[in-house]
């Protein structure tokens, strides 16, 4: 069962920031709130085909790192923000059979997209979708049990303010649960400056469009100064070597690798580097993939309690 | 139950890279082996009590993250290659009751303090004290069923040749345990470049000094080279933040910000850096133990089978 509702107030897109980025709220790795700056109209209100189909791949690869500790009791009222095309939240709705789901997005185009992954993998959940800004939510105080975000807060220029949006609509008692990346944990062997320069460009970029590619670092901070209580952050680490070859190709490749690549054109632009530079960082980067390289990456999932 | 052997041709330091910073191997953040490169010259020998009891108490604090999953059955025979001051020796003892150690040091000092505390935490233990190189090793091949090693490989020259010497006394079947750390995989919350080109000094001086800093992201690459088989590499994460107070104190502060502090003198001997500049790393980095702050580091633990 899906229902949806749509307030008038929510412009559903650009009103946060904008820039229009908020459009991908919630996507695993997604590097499209960068080819939206500018370069791939299209991009903002929706995703192609392909591009929803990466997105859905990669969640469900790294699903089990992520979501193995989320579920929620059947009969819950719970709250996604910033579902996007809705990668994450078939797995909330696996590992928490029987909650009462509340998915939020900014897009109306990832909205539809999220709508009819659900209503393909878990077509017997009870969603609600609502278009509109997390930050603006139209439920009463204390509506939900659980609040869930992931990959959200980094895109939010203040996200202190979006938690404590968040917060009003919890019940006391109950919990948020919050992932988010952080690019700056990349490491990997061979070690490259071009490498890491390159890395460096795309968190740069985010920090200019008013976001935060470093954002797993600060969770708890941010959730004590939104007056959580029981904040407890845990790192949530991927490792690949050649000894994990899938993951090296899934993971360091197809979405590491393939997010900083995509911020090609955009870093140009900007003046931040060469197309050659640029492509010798590419590559050194894709040698952490071969079977003599390792690949790192740090994601965080932050549970904590509405006194 | 101890004996010691004793071998004529081990020198009994220097004689891998000629700097005597060897005498720390198998130690948990040791910055020992900083210190002695022409400051404290009688750091080279041996520890005082205090440092002694500071790398037990972190090799304490760490022990469950870092000997978890490292149990031999009783009757094996196992070699420690660079026990250090024993700080690991009486975890691996603790972990594996009943097995026949033999530890090996280059340094007659800190095989004595070894000696000293797992005659004081494992009295029962058998323990074969051996004071010699772990490249020229006099043992039989295939004479022990697992090698152990932790905190050594940082600190050779040439780490694949240290490997292929320790795989020729392990026995076809047997397995060789490697803990290594990776300061580049340190990072922290509030960012700071002046905190990370401090850290960039002591990778740097100890890749001067023939180590490897960076060594953890290395071990499976280096494993599959040196011959090992079904090598399984696993990152093992320390993180700490406002919530955990005693790791930001134990490990942010007395471990990770104490071993970089301590080369600053080396840093300005070597023109990498002003005391000011110094100073201000060492000041920005601190800050990640504050209550708002956070920091992460990660130890790769690799066990792999000489087939």
């Not at 903002?44 to 085909?49: F, I, L, N, Q």
Request: charged residues 20%; proline residues 6%; hydrophobic residues 40%.
């Amino acid at each position: 069962m899906t229902t949806e509702t749509a307030l008038p107030g929510n412009t559903g897109h650009g009103h946060i920031d904008g820039q229009g980025h908020l459009d991908d709220q919630g996507h695993l790795d997604d590097h499209g709130h960068l080819d939206d700056q500018g370069q791939v109209h299209d991009y903002v209100h929706g995703y192609s085909d392909t591009e929803a189909r990466r997105l859905g791949d990669q969640a469900d690869t790294l699903a089990g790192l992520l979501h193995a500790d989320t579920g929620f009791p059947a009969g819950s009222r719970v709250l996604e923000a910033g579902c996007g095309v809705g990668a994450q939240t078939v797995h909330l709705l696996a590992n928490s059979p029987g909650v009462l789901l509340t998915a939020v997005d900014l897009s109306a185009g990832s909205l539809a997209q999220a709508r009819a992954r659900v209503a393909a993998q878990a077509p017997a959940a009870d969603v609600t979708w609502h278009h509109g800004d997390l930050h603006r939510l139209p439920f009463p105080d204390d509506a939900f049990d659980h609040v869930f975000l992931c990959f959200v807060l980094e895109h939010l220029p203040d996200p202190a303010a979006g938690l404590a949006a968040l917060r009003r609509v919890l019940r006391p008692g109950g919990t948020i649960t919050v992932i988010e990346g952080d690019h700056g944990s990349a490491f990997f062997h061979p070690e490259s400056p071009a490498a890491r320069r390159t890395i460096d460009h795309l968190v740069r970029l985010q920090a200019d469009g008013g976001g935060d590619g470093l954002l797993g670092r600060r969770l708890y901070p941010l959730l004590t100064a939104a007056g959580f209580a029981e904040v407890d952050v845990r790192p949530r680490t991927v490792y690949a070597d050649g000894g994990r070859p899938a993951l090296a190709e899934g993971f360091t490749l197809r979405t590491f690798v393939a997010m900083v690549e995509a911020v090609r054109a955009e870093a140009l632009a900007a003046g931040l580097t060469t197309p050659e530079a640029f492509d010798l960082g590419i590559a050194e980067l894709r040698r952490a993939a071969e079977p003599g390289g390792t690949f790192h990456y740090t994601f965080f999932q932050a549970v904590a309690v509405k006194p």
